[in-house]
């Protein structure tokens, strides 16, 4: 079957509000000798999508295609000997037709051109929705629980909004690994929700004082390690939250970019400061194959339950609804949103 010409995209031209999300026509992809070429079929929706729409993370170019996250069905191989002789590239046993997820920027058009090593094989008994909704939030639970700090049996850890998609990965993966879970969240409904899912404690940060709380469950030591998604409203909370030689895990800005502060800070309690990507822990072949197969045999055996919480059409209001949604303190987000791209 040919390939089209023309291919439409969710890009953005300029940094700004929604309202700079556009849908636009774009030439087909160009195929570089190392690229695996993929007719997309889902996108997920992330806050990193928000972070380059307003410049905080700088894209190289405009019109910049959004999302950072999809999957679908290869409809081209690399054409690079190297590549194909590869051991790590043969061992993923890519094919034409064969499924897919994506992991790097530009996810949101109908046809992409990515390095192969961010295309990654998924299994036939995991769905492609599925596989577009665990890339992100999955895979970042896997490296920063493993990696940023590693969460253990004995530990007490606190986890910022968690009743959504990134928040009830981290709650997954934390219960899995046996430590005790305190989690914030903006209603009843999701406090229930993350209980029934297993959180130890969960705080509604909308009516309850957080760092009481969490110095009450902790009998005033605090936590081992926060995992904070939130950014602004929550990074200097943390501080009052975490005991001595305990971790903060900066992961997200949802509500802003936290204030600069001294290193200073840090010393008062010996605490480690860190912000990751799990871009930076998903470099080389082997890595992401590690973390691949944890992921798939984590789907089968039911350790991540993925939810998804809506779907969105591929429109330009379809994706800066999205975009709004996720970016909503307190909104009634209680998993992953998706953006149907095409159909399988």
């Known amino acids: ?16 509000g929604p309202e700079v999300v556009e849908k636009t026509t774009l030439p087909f992809p160009e195929q570089g000798p190392q690229d695996i070429v993929a007719k997309v079929v889902w996108g997920g929706v992330n806050s990193i999508d928000t972070y380059f729409r307003k410049g905080l993370y700088p894209v190289k170019k405009f019109p910049q295609i959004l999302g950072t996250e999809g999957s679908g069905i290869i409809v081209k191989l690399p054409t690079n000997e190297t590549v194909l002789n590869d051991v790590a590239y043969k061992r993923r046993g890519y094919k034409i037709g064969g499924r897919v997820a994506l992991n790097a920027l530009g996810a949101f058009a109908e046809y992409v051109s990515y390095a192969w090593t961010s295309v990654y094989p998924v299994p036939d008994d995991i769905p492609l929705d599925t596989a577009s909704s665990c890339m992100a939030h999955c895979l970042t639970a896997q490296t920063t ?11 007490v850890i606190l986890v910022h909004t968690i009743a959504g998609g990134l928040g009830l990965a981290f709650l997954a993966y934390a219960k899995s690994r046996g430590a005790t879970v305190i989690g914030t969240t903006s209603s009843p409904e999701k406090a229930e929700l993350a209980k029934s899912l297993g959180a130890d404690h969960v705080i509604l940060y909308t009516k309850e ?28 909370s943390n501080f009052d939250m975490l005991r001595r030689k305990g971790t903060l895990v ?12 001294s290193p200073l800070k840090l010393s008062a309690k010996n605490i480690t400061l860190i912000r990751p990507s799990a871009f930076g822990y ?36 379809g994706a800066r609804e999205a975009q709004q949604e996720i970016n909503t303190p307190g909104s009634g987000l209680t998993g992953k949103l998706l953006i149907k791209i095409s159909e399988e």
């Open 145 to 155: 629980m493993t990696e940023s700090y590693y969460v253990k049996k004995s530990d």
């Open 282 to 317: 998903l470099v080389t072949p082997d890595e992401v194959d590690h973390y691949l197969g944890e992921l798939w045999q984590a789907l089968r055996s039911g350790l991540f339950n993925i939810r998804i919480h809506r779907v969105f059409p591929f429109t330009a209001e």
């Open 1 to 16: 079957m040919p390939l089209p010409e023309k291919t439409q995209a969710i890009t953005i031209s300029a940094y700004g």
């Open 250 to 261: 900066a992961i997200g800005n949802a509500s802003g970019a936290p204030d600069p502060i």
């Open 209 to 236: 004082n957080t760092v009481q709380r969490v110095l009450e469950f902790t009998n005033g030591e605090g936590v081992h390690a926060v995992f904070d998604g939130v950014g602004k409203d929550t990074f200097l």
